[in-house]
C-alpha cells in the first residue's frame, strides 16, 4: 500500500512569493491533515480536511490556506511568504469516520520550505 | 487549554540500556486521548500507540510499554534494551475528543531525541 505523498520535497521561495504544497493521502483515507514543523515552535497543526470540507483549524494566520479535491488529494497554499514560514511542512492522512476520528495519522516525509 | 511537554530534550544510552521517556499532559477535559509518534531521521511521524483517558491500563508491545497515571497527568514511554534502530525523536501528543472519537488535531509536546550508541 503506497504511503503518504508530498510534493515537492524540497523548495526555496524568497518572501513576498507563495507557495503550493501538495498531497496524495493513503488509498481510502479521506482525512488530510497539514501540520508545520519548526525547530523553535515544534510541530503545529494547520488545518484538517474531510470531504473537501475543512473540519479544524489551527491557530495560524489567513496566509495559510488549503483545499481537498474529490479524490481526497490536498494542497496548502502560502501566500506573501514570510522568513518566519522556513518549516517542515507533513501531511498526514487518516481514515476518519465521518463522526469521529482516531488521531491515528499517517504522515508524510514532508516538503521542506526555505524562504530567503 | 491544552499542552504536552516532554522535559527531556535528549537522551543518551547504550545499545541495550532500558530508558524511559516522560510525558506530562495538561487538559480541562474529561475525556481526551494520548499518543506517541517516532520520528525517524528520514522525516515522517510514525504512529506508536493510542490511549484513552479511560483505559489507564498499562499496554506492553514487544520492547514497548507505556505507564499512562491520571493522577500524576504521566504517559511515560519506556524501550526495554534498546537498539540502535530505536534512535528517533519521540513525541507525545494529546487531543481532544469529539464525535465519540479523537481527533486529528493533535497537540504535540517538544520531542525527546533519543540516541542509542552501539
Known amino acids: 500500500k503506497a504511503g503518504v505523498t508530498q510534493t515537492p520535497r524540497y523548495l526555496i521561495k524568497t518572501r513576498g512569493q507563495q507557495v503550493t504544497l501538495s498531497c496524495s493521502p493513503i488509498?481510502?483515507?479521506?482525512?488530510v491533515s497539514w501540520y508545520q514543523q519548526t525547530p523553535g515552535q515544534g510541530l503545529q497543526f494547520l488545518f484538517e480536511?474531510?470531504?473537501?470540507?475543512?473540519?479544524n483549524k489551527g491557530n495560524f494566520p489567513g496566509r495559510f490556506s488549503g483545499r481537498q479535491f474529490s479524490n481526497s488529494r490536498s494542497e496548502m497554499n502560502v501566500s506573501t511568504l514570510e522568513l518566519g514560514d522556513s518549516a517542515l511542512y507533513l501531511c498526514?492522512?487518516?481514515?476518519?469516520?465521518?463522526?469521529?476520528?482516531?488521531?491515528?495519522?499517517?504522515f508524510g516525509e514532508g516538503s521542506r520550505l526555505t524562504v530567503l | 487549554a491544552q499542552k504536552v511537554t516532554q522535559a527531556q530534550t535528549e537522551i543518551s544510552v547504550v545499545e541495550k540500556e532500558d530508558v524511559t521517556l516522560d510525558c506530562v499532559y495538561e487538559?480541562?477535559?474529561?475525556?481526551?486521548?494520548l499518543f506517541w509518534y517516532k520520528q525517524p531521521p528520514s522525516g515522517e511521524l510514525v504512529f506508536l500507540i493510542r490511549?484513552?483517558?479511560?483505559?489507564?491500563q498499562n499496554e506492553i508491545s514487544g520492547r514497548y510499554s507505556w505507564n499512562f497515571q491520571k493522577s500524576t497527568s504521566s504517559f511515560n514511554f519506556t524501550i526495554t534494551a534498546s537498539q540502535v534502530v530505536d534512535s528517533a525523536v519521540y513525541f507525545c501528543?494529546?487531543?481532544?475528543?469529539?464525535?465519540?472519537?479523537?481527533?486529528?488535531?493533535?497537540?504535540f509536546g517538544t520531542g525527546t531525541l533519543l540516541a542509542v550508541q552501539p
Open positions: 498526514a492522512s487518516s481514515p476518519r469516520l465521518a463522526g469521529g476520528g482516531t488521531g491515528e495519522l499517517f
Open positions: 488509498s481510502g483515507h479521506r482525512s
Open positions: 480536511y474531510f470531504s473537501e470540507t475543512q473540519r
Open positions: 487538559t480541562r477535559d474529561t475525556t481526551y486521548y
Open positions: 490511549r484513552n483517558s479511560f483505559d489507564e
Open positions: 501528543a494529546l487531543s481532544e475528543a469529539r464525535y465519540g472519537g479523537a481527533t486529528n488535531k493533535l497537540i
